[in-house]
């Protein structure tokens, strides 16, 4: 391409660490399609003539054919998808090829390419997570009423449902899907026309191409455009965020799937065996879940530590951008897919998550609200004789519920036989009526209401 100036062709170590073919080939129908728009531009602005442009298009649609069947032939040594396509497209149109490259550059081609190509992973990521909230709700609906302990610390705090734990997720993943929305509108500026750097002496229609690509406007600088990967950082952030939530579900489905809690069984085809222990049902998908978010964190620091300190424009060093961010996506993308299946195949054991409450005093903080209520015990102090009857309890080795009254009111003598309507688990749960509570009721109507995301 730039023989012109040059004597020597580069060595095989230069082609080894200079060329992104390998790996870009990945951007081959977005690369086409950015060269579309900027053909018609062309034309339409007296740039080419309508017979070039013909020719051009016809060019570019049969090296996308030729691409897609398996027919294309990638040669490393022209060292990236842009000259590949361009090389092809002169091979197959002769010289007027040499003319789709007239008011651009490598610099706003790569950075066009890669805009359409995070856009679409943007929306990607925001389909699978629909379908993972889609199940996450199913789910949530059909244990309203399962009670199982709630945990702070990992210690039994108070009773909930297991619909409102799966609620909880369904809130994540939904500002997961907000945070992709906003990325997508944040990188809604075309940068193809912006050139090398500084723009082109030539009577482009910029706002023509970014109509074409499903852009809102062009950039506004020509120098930030080129040297801009703040569109892949947001996707990778974004994606950080989302497989940390991911990571937390699987972490829990690994703990609750445990024979020590039982709380849920894993899918089979979700689980492997042990080539030593035949009773094993291992839980490797979400453990694979949980550790692949370890890539996604490395892709977002891979990209910042590249981009740190770059002086404008673009520099080579920009390059790096592509494998960690196809591997962030893919990685993503087969995670939500994973997780949603894991959900739904799920089977719930009530009965391990009722037993699980028998432990830990669940309805201490209910006993501390009836002395408040009832009794008019300033919280604080109700706190304190609560905690001496749990004492009471934990010592001789008794439920809440359990405790005999008079045991109860040598703590307290306000107290009286109708405590015991709140120490159960349903009475504890039932009461949580505040708005984002675990009523039942409550998760009712926040399930019932369906944000348009
Ligand atoms: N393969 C390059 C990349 O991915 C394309 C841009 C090259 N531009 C240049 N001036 N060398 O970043």
Request: a negative charge.
């Amino acid at each position: 391409m730039w023989g012109g100036r040059f004597d020597l062709p580069p060595a095989a170590l230069m082609q080894e660490i200079n060329a992104s073919l390998p790996y870009d080939r990945r951007l081959y129908s977005q690369d086409i399609r950015g060269s579309q728009a900027h053909a018609a531009m062309l034309a339409k602005q007296g740039i080419l003539t309508a017979e070039e442009e013909k020719k051009i298009q016809e060019g570019l649609s049969l090296i996308l054919k030729e691409i897609e069947d398996g027919r294309f032939e990638f040669r490393r040594e022209l060292e990236d998808i842009h000259m590949a396509v361009e090389a092809r497209l002169k091979e197959l149109i002769g010289d007027v090829g040499g003319k789709l490259h007239t008011a651009r550059s490598r610099n706003d081609q790569v950075a066009v390419d890669m805009k359409l190509f995070v856009r679409e992973e943007c929306e990607k990521a925001i389909f699978l997570l629909k379908d993972l909230r889609r199940v996450l709700k199913k789910r949530a609906a059909e244990n309203v009423e399962t009670i199982m302990p709630g945990f702070t610390h990992l210690q039994v705090a108070q009773p909930i449902s297991f619909g409102f734990y799966l609620h909880a997720y369904y809130e994540m993943f939904g500002r997961d899907i907000k945070r992709f929305k906003n990325a997508f509108d944040v990188m809604g500026e075309c940068p193809l026309g912006a050139a090398a750097l500084a723009g082109t002496p030539y009577n482009m229609d910029r706002f023509f191409t970014a109509e074409k690509l499903g852009f809102g406007t062009p950039t506004k600088n020509a120098f930030d455009s080129v040297s801009d990967r703040d569109f892949v950082l947001e996707y990778l952030s974004c994606a950080s965020i989302c497989a940390m939530h991911l990571s937390r579900l699987a972490e829990e489905m690994v703990v609750f799937s445990s024979q020590p809690f039982g709380f849920v069984k894993m899918p089979q085809e979700y689980t492997s065996g042990s080539s030593i222990m035949p009773q094993k049902c291992n839980p490797d998908a979400a453990e694979l879940l949980r550790a692949k978010t370890g890539r996604i964190y490395g892709s977002l620091m891979t990209l910042l530590t590249v981009m740190k300190g770059l002086p404008l424009a673009y520099s080579k060093d920009m390059q790096e951008d592509k494998e960690c961010l196809f591997d962030a996506c893919d990685t993503l993308v087969l995670g939500l897919k994973v997780m949603t299946a894991m959900i739904d195949g799920l089977t719930i054991r009530a009965d391990n998550m009722r037993k699980a409450l028998e432990n830990g005093f669940p309805t201490a903080t209910d006993l501390a609200d009836w002395l408040v209520k009832k009794a008019g015990i300033p919280f604080r102090q109700a706190h304190h004789m609560t905690g001496q009857i749990v004492k009471f309890a934990e010592q001789n080795d008794l439920r809440l519920a359990d405790v005999p009254l008079t045991e109860m009111q040598k703590i307290c003598p306000q107290i009286t036989q109708d405590v015991y309507a709140v120490l159960s688990a349903e009475a504890s749960l039932n009461a949580r009526q505040s708005y984002g509570g675990t009523a039942p009721d409550q998760l009712r109507d926040r399930l019932a209401e369906t944000e348009e995301l």
